[in-house]
């Protein structure tokens, strides 16, 4: 007989793992980068090809040279900070800046502390943030959709609605004549319109979420709370003055709400832990991100709220705790 | 320029009143300290280990300068030197502690201690213990994991990849008795380092009865008594099948290791033993 | 929608391999070894020497405390001697060891099969009765029962609430025992709600059992004041604090006991134990274990003597398979692994559960994601990541503030956590060591 096992309870176990979860979330982004490659072609294959192996290349290469410990990346989280890295840079970005992004994405974003796990802000946007920063000029030129799908470096770029809206407005225009220049919100949902390459198709990140919340990989509390507020709080101010405010729906459905809402804020190791904790968190998103799009000097700010938010995790883990088993009290019957 | 001076002067204004109310801050908050704690401090070797029984150095400075017989009190860390050099800045007597080392007290081995089950939880003694009695037939034994080498904050234990139990590197340690706490098998003991460094001890602390302390461990002490009555200076005592020698009594004269039939009395830093005429050993059939 | 607890939960594979089997009378053995040590509290204390001769269900070591039990003779013989064994944690315990001769039982027991259905027992004798007769919560806790029965003054019990969840995987034995024994379960119910001053029982039973539910709901018509409540399944539905709540919706606090609620909760094995020491005069010294596993080649529920070595009720049920990798006591959620097979069964040994080698190891350990799973599944509310780290860090105080005391041990934490951590093993350490600081500061 074999020398038995002796360990604590308990002795079986769910058989979830990393890996499971983490290429439960790639699988997640396949739709979203089908669309990407189908409005932006060859750009979009080549930025996300190499953003996933460059990422994939540094953890290896950290692992193995710096820390000199055991490689994790077969768990699949560097190709994901790859995926979401790309999703977030236009598809004409030249292979240098993608490869500065990864670097810092990996190196700075996520390994300098410590690996998987100990990362306290998202290490995508960590990259994202880095290059729009360094790079502001290629990071801002966005391929037309459709009509760049056979071209990287070469394609022909246009501005984004919401850049459309943001200079508009400060030329005096109004919305509804701004509206008029872009595109309509059925397009916009499908994605039809310029941008980075995995934000552009709200469908198919909203299948994303679906698959995510039936596999259990997610809760909704994040998405939930980040796409309501931004729905509430540019409603409101919609209301207010309507020729001055876009409306939400215009907000949802523009630049990377859809994706930082589903995929960035919902990032394991930089959000918080217990639900209500989540909902304050995404609310936290949704303002701050509606703030630096109104009222900032960016026209997008979906980026900068989540990185901002990461660094209010452990704070909101320190106060906000979990619904504790017999905190109300019902009294028993006398 | 008008730009420039306004800034100047304001914050210069700023400054001085911030300056003024801290002072006036840190007159009101002022607690007096004793200089000679500082003093004392300085003296210590500040490993803030808690070997002497206070949380730090800064703690057992205090209580150095606070009480008037510091006869009960020890840095083991620093020795008889830094205690000497501390009590001269209070003008104290101070008694000198003779130096300990810590010592292993189980030398269950792979080879000498079968193992007859497989430990998979978490790596810590502590829950390797509070949940059975080990891998091995031996409940007292030592689990392996190298709980008493993470508590050691002055590199002086490691675990000996092929015996699976922890190694005192006798030159760093410091007697801190750190690993004494932490081995939840109360395996560790300090024991007084003996002239030249040389002493003997019990390597093992297995309180079963002869046979089922035997079938568990080769080199256990089954309790037989044998050293208890070679000892000429009544240094050891058996007490639950377990042999025990009495560090102050015992004068190394080694006639107990001799006589020990499972090798369990360990002696550390004697000559080797001069070669002697081997008897051939009669080989029993198995 | 199904009543179930409110937080968290998970839903392990049910393998219920041993379900319908039928309750084997095991053989008596040829030697029993009976740990004095079976229950939360003192030990008892041994009342016979080495020689004497003792019969089946006499009095061998009594209880030495109010939150302890008395132990019986479960066969008879002779004391061979009273002696340190190894118990199932590999430690020597103290254990009365008796040869057995014949099966002789003592005579006040009434051993016909008739069901007695007149309690004529006061509330008083009834707790007096079940204290004698050494019964203890038989799902596998082993707090004495009697305890349990006398509420403390001050405080009113409104509800009786039996546990036939089974909520532990792979455990069959209280499904089987109210298939079987319905009737006398349903008596001994009676005599609770007598004992406690109630006039309503709920039997909480989990749907992945409706034969039972039907079978108990059929027989629950004919007693007054009983029902059945069919709940969703959902461990760890058989903790008190989450039956309680699943069942009438009252939430224990922090640290308090069920009664502070105006509930008692009883397992239906013990409910049997108690309709047999009070209309029987029978002490507790058998109990139904289920012998399973997935390589089990008979899976079964057999109805075994308190002291029965293990490897007798896996040679009853085949053998110990070839790739046997790890023999648990209990079910696979909270039971004990143990070190030996060669361990006697006790009073709170609910079963025997073999694990094949591919699934004895653990998952391979990897960093905390913070994916925050293991904060959803606690059936407590507590942040399980943050306890087990301070507890690996010995920051007690911080421990101790985020309530690791109110933790149930149940391992949904462990058994979710996708980076295969043992976040309940440093839980459970440290739970040792503040209980242990909480109790020093009251002294």
């Known amino acids: 007989m074999n020398r038995l096992t002796v360990s604590p309870s308990p002795h079986v176990h769910s058989g979830d793992s990393v890996k499971k979860n983490m290429y439960g979330v790639i699988i997640a982004l396949v739709p979203a980068l089908a669309a990407s490659l189908y409005y932006f072609g060859l750009g979009a294959a080549i930025v996300t090809i190499t953003a996933v192996l460059s990422c994939v290349f540094f953890e290896w290469a950290i692992q193995k040279f710096l820390l000199k410990n055991e490689s994790t990346i077969m768990d699949g989280s560097a190709a994901l900070t790859g995926l979401l890295l790309a999703f977030n840079m236009p598809t004409n970005l030249p292979l240098w800046i993608i490869i500065i992004g990864s670097l810092v994405a990996i190196g700075i974003g996520k390994m300098s502390f410590g690996g998987l796990g100990n990362n306290p802000f998202n290490p995508a946007l960590v990259g994202r943030v880095f290059l729009l920063i360094s790079f502001p000029v290629q990071m801002t030129l966005w391929p037309k959709p459709i009509e760049s799908q056979a071209s990287y470096l070469d394609a022909s770029t246009g501005a984004t609605p919401l850049s459309i809206m943001k200079e508009g407005l400060a030329n005096g225009e109004s919305v509804s004549a701004l509206m008029a220049k872009i595109p309509s919100y059925t397009e916009l949902f499908f994605g039809n319109s310029g941008g980075s390459g995995g934000e552009v198709a709200a469908i198919a990140l909203l299948v994303g979420l679906l698959f995510m919340l039936i596999r259990k990989i997610i809760t909704w509390h994040i998405p939930v709370a980040v796409i309501g507020s931004v729905a509430v709080f540019t409603g409101i101010l919609h209301l207010v003055n309507p020729e001055a405010y876009a409306g939400p729906l215009f907000h949802l459905l523009t630049g990377g709400v859809m994706l930082g809402a589903i995929f960035m804020a919902t990032d394991y190791v930089s959000s918080p832990m217990a639900n209500k904790g989540m909902i304050i968190y995404g609310i936290g998103i949704g303002v701050i991100t509606v703030v630096i799009r109104v009222f900032g000097a960016y026209p997008e700010g979906v980026s900068f709220a989540i990185l901002i938010m990461n660094g209010f995790v452990p704070l909101i883990d320190k106060y906000v705790k979990p619904k504790r088993f017999g905190e109300v009290v019902k009294p028993a019957k006398a | 320029m008008n730009v420039v001076l306004i800034t100047i002067i304001s914050l210069g204004v700023l400054g001085a009143l911030a300056a003024i109310i801290l002072y006036f801050v840190a007159q009101k908050f002022k607690v007096f300290e004793d200089p000679r704690i500082d003093q004392v401090e300085e003296a210590l070797p500040a490993a803030n280990c808690g070997g002497c029984g206070f949380p730090g150095c800064r703690a057992f400075a205090e209580a150095m300068v606070k009480s008037d017989d510091i006869s009960g009190l020890n840095c083991p860390v620093g020795g008889a030197e830094t205690m000497s050099a501390a009590a001269a800045i209070l003008g104290k007597e101070v008694a000198a502690a003779a130096p300990m080392v810590a010592v292993v007290r189980c030398n269950g081995t792979c080879e000498n201690r079968p193992r007859i089950t497989e430990y998979d939880g978490a790596t810590s003694c502590s829950i390797a213990s509070s949940l059975y009695g080990g891998d091995t037939g031996c409940s007292n034994g030592c689990l392996g994991l190298g709980e008493c080498v993470d508590a050691c904050a002055f590199d002086a234990m490691y675990m000996d990849e092929k015996t699976g139990l922890p190694i005192i590197k006798e030159d760093n340690c410091v007697s801190c008795g750190a690993c004494v706490d932490a081995c939840p098998k109360n395996i560790i003991e300090l024991r007084k380092k003996g002239p030249k460094n040389r002493r003997i001890f019990v390597s093992c602390i297995n309180t079963d009865k002869g046979a089922a302390a035997k079938k568990a461990c080769s080199a256990a002490c089954i309790g037989c008594k044998k050293c208890q009555k070679i000892c000429p200076f009544d240094a050891i005592t058996v007490e639950n099948n377990l042999a025990y020698i009495d560090y102050d009594k015992c004068k190394l004269c080694r006639k107990c290791v001799a006589e020990c039939p499972t090798n369990a009395i360990h002696m550390v830093n004697f000559p080797p033993p001069k070669p002697k005429v081997e008897k051939p050993v009669e080989e029993k059939a198995e | ?443």
């Open chain 3, 1 to 443: 929608m199904l009543k179930t607890f409110s937080l968290g939960g998970v839903h392990p594979a049910e393998n219920k391999f041993s379900a319908g089997q039928k309750i084997e009378v095991l053989p008596v053995p040829e030697q029993v070894s009976v740990p004095i040590a079976q229950h939360i509290g003192a030990p008892s204390e041994p009342v016979v020497a080495k020689g004497d001769e003792v019969k089946v269900g006499q009095l061998i070591a009594k209880s030495t405390g109010f939150v302890s039990a008395n132990i019986h003779s479960p066969v008879s013989g002779k004391v061979f001697k009273i002696d340190d064994v190894l118990d199932a944690s590999g430690y020597k315990r103290k254990a009365i060891i008796i040869k057995v001769e014949g099966d002789e039982w003592d005579e006040s027991i009434d051993r016909s099969e008739d069901l007695v259905k007149d309690i004529t027992a006061s509330p008083e004798d009834i707790i007096k009765k079940v204290g004698e007769a050494g019964i203890v919560g038989l799902g596998g806790a082993t707090f004495p029962a009697h305890v349990k029965l006398s509420v403390p003054p001050g405080k009113t019990c409104d509800v009786l609430i039996l546990n036939g969840v089974e909520c532990e995987p792979y455990l069959t034995a209280d499904h089987q025992l109210m298939m079987e024994k319905g009737d006398e379960i349903m008596v001994g119910t009676q005599i609770l709600m007598k004992a406690l001053k109630v006039d309503k029982a709920i039997i909480g039973i989990e749907n992945n059992k409706p034969d039972a539910i039907k079978h108990m709901s059929e027989l629950a018509k004919k007693y007054p004041g009983i029902t059945i409540q069919s709940l969703k399944v959902q461990y760890p539905q058989g903790g008190e604090k989450q039956l309680i709540d699943a069942c009438i919706g009252r939430q224990i606090p922090s640290g308090k006991l069920p009664i502070e609620v105006g509930a008692v909760v009883q397992n239906v094995g013990t409910t049997l134990a108690v309709y047999e020491a009070v209309q029987k005069n029978k002490p507790l010294f058998e109990r139904v274990v289920t012998v399973t596993g997935k390589s089990v080649t008979k899976p079964s529920n057999f109805l075994t003597r308190v002291g029965t070595p293990l490897n007798q009720l896996i040679d009853a049920a085949g053998g110990l398979p070839e790739d046997t990798g790890k023999v648990i006591g209990g079910g696979p959620m909270m039971g004990k692994a143990l070190s030996s097979i060669e361990v006697p069964i006790t009073k709170g040994s609910s079963g025997v559960l073999i694990m094949p080698n591919e699934i004895a190891k653990r998952p391979k350990l990897e960093a905390c994601i913070r994916c925050s799973k293991c904060v959803s599944v606690c059936p407590m509310g507590l942040s399980p990541y943050l306890l087990s780290t301070v507890s690996d860090k010995a920051i007690w105080d911080r421990a101790e503030e985020e309530k690791i005391m109110d933790c149930i041990e149940c391992g949904s934490c462990s058994y979710t956590c996708p980076a295969g951590r043992p976040l309940l093993d440093y839980i459970r350490l440290g739970k040792g060591k503040v209980g242990q600081i909480m109790r020093s500061r009251t002294k």
